[in-house]
């Protein structure tokens, strides 16, 4: 008997995937192969960026999407354990030590897990196999590295100074972009992935983010541009099996010094 694919049968648990953004916040809920079933829906940033302020946002966000199993957060800085340590593109100290995850279950009432927005963007991408690179382009600059489709330990790269005292986010962020315009900061670009291919050796490298679409070079074979969706479809694959042991880790006590 043929299964109807919009039954609840086939598609699985639901999983509604958030992309928090320095500009914007977007969620859909994905099935259980990462097709989206409601969404995505978008909505600007909140001018004053704060835990409380962005929660409301991303509740309201979920208000007419549907029912959901679980919950999949990319954060733009570094997290662990549930809890965000650093949001360099929010402006607020006050996200030092939040958590997250358990904000966002306790008002939506599913279980969430959260990585790097960069690495979900990554999870949405890559082909699982050797050396994988992804750089989103927006706010500022997201980083991730997998070997053979698991994440490598985070790296915040884009506080990383490529350029005097200029770090990666100030260099090829959504500000240089509006300051120096394409041609200039596509040159910028093209020195931030040498820099990158020297550093990382990758095998191949993908770039996302809102301002790929601005990329205006003759990249190598082994870089390419990707859908900046995943941010939101790659959600899904956090709840893989595989990387059920990068979710059950606590805080450590050395991460309390991080801000």
């Not at 694919?5 to 500009?23: E, Q, V, Y």
């Not at 996200?95 to 990554?122: C, I, Y």
């Not at 020195?191 to 790929?212: Q, S, W």
Request: hydrophobic content about 40%.
């Amino acid at each position: 008997m043929d299964i109807d694919p919009d039954s609840p049968r086939k598609r699985g648990k639901l999983t509604l995937a958030i992309d928090i953004g320095g500009s914007r916040l977007k969620a859909g809920i994905l099935d259980q192969n990462g097709a989206m079933v409601a969404g995505p829906n978008r909505v600007d940033t909140p001018a004053q960026p704060t835990p409380a302020v962005v929660v409301d946002a991303l509740v309201g966000l979920t208000d007419t999407m549907g029912a959901f199993d679980r919950i999949s957060v990319g954060f733009p800085g570094v997290v662990r354990g549930g809890q965000v340590l650093t949001a360099p593109n929010l402006g607020t100290p006050a996200w030092q030590h939040f958590e997250l995850t358990a904000s966002l279950t306790d008002r939506l009432g599913k279980p969430a897990r959260m990585l790097n927005d960069a690495e979900v963007q990554g999870l949405g991408v890559i082909r699982g196999q050797s050396l994988e690179c992804v750089l989103t382009l927006g706010t500022g600059m997201g980083f991730a590295l997998f070997q053979d489709a698991r994440p490598a330990p985070h790296l915040e790269l884009s506080q990383h100074p490529i350029h005097k005292d200029k770090t990666y986010d100030q260099f090829i962020g959504s500000v240089a972009f509006k300051q120096v315009g394409p041609k200039r900061w596509n040159r910028r670009l093209k020195r931030v992935l040498g820099c990158i291919t020297t550093l990382v050796g990758f095998d191949t490298l993908a770039i996302g983010g809102g301002n790929a679409k601005h990329v205006a070079l003759d990249l190598a074979p082994n870089i390419r541009l990707v859908s900046n969706e995943a941010g939101i479809t790659g959600g899904v694959r956090l709840w893989d099996k595989a990387l059920d042991s990068t979710f059950s880790s606590p805080l450590k006590t050395s991460d309390q010094n991080l801000i």
